[in-house]
């Protein structure tokens, strides 16, 4: 057989055109399979959804998207400037005595207001308890450095 192109030519027997359309079709299946939601997967508003092993039954999970706050089960307050993350800005402290977080508290006239923030921010990485969180149980050693958040909108005595 001589002249023709690549695709006359016969591997095994078959022309190598038919190859190449088997791998196109194969081609196209494939990856018209792999855009498509699995058959196990549903959209919402029905049964089951299931992940690999996991399945999450009807009813399992409830959010509550509009925030009314008039349905939810476990409403939880919401964290003094912003919690954990807070970044300031910040009142230094030096402690003068060996003393509790509640001590020092007192013998500053904090507010119960302001115990509450400084127990729920994490002390910054200036304060000598940086990363950690303080409570009322405490114990500060004379000279250390902590840290109360301000900026609630009250001045206070013994800052």
Do not use: C
């Amino acid at each position: 057989m001589e002249g023709g192109g690549f695709l006359s030519q016969k591997f095994m027997g078959i022309p190598a055109w038919i190859f190449l359309a088997g791998a196109a079709v194969l081609a196209y299946l494939y990856f018209s399979h792999q855009n498509q939601a699995p058959a196990n997967m549903t959209t919402g508003g029905g049964g089951s959804v299931r992940t690999g092993n996991v399945k999450v039954e009807k009813g399992a999970v409830r959010i509550n998207v509009n925030g009314s706050g008039a349905d939810v089960d476990n409403p939880q307050p919401k964290p003094p400037h912003g919690g954990k993350g807070y970044t300031g800005p910040w009142k230094a402290i030096t402690v003068t005595q060996d003393e509790s977080l509640t001590d020092l508290g007192q013998s500053r006239h904090w507010s119960d207001e302001t115990m509450g923030d400084i127990e729920a921010v994490t002390q910054p990485k200036k304060s000598s308890l940086a990363g950690k969180m303080l409570t009322a149980d405490t114990q500060l050693t004379q000279g250390q450095t902590i840290y109360r958040p301000i900026g609630r909108g009250k001045k206070e005595q013994g800052v």
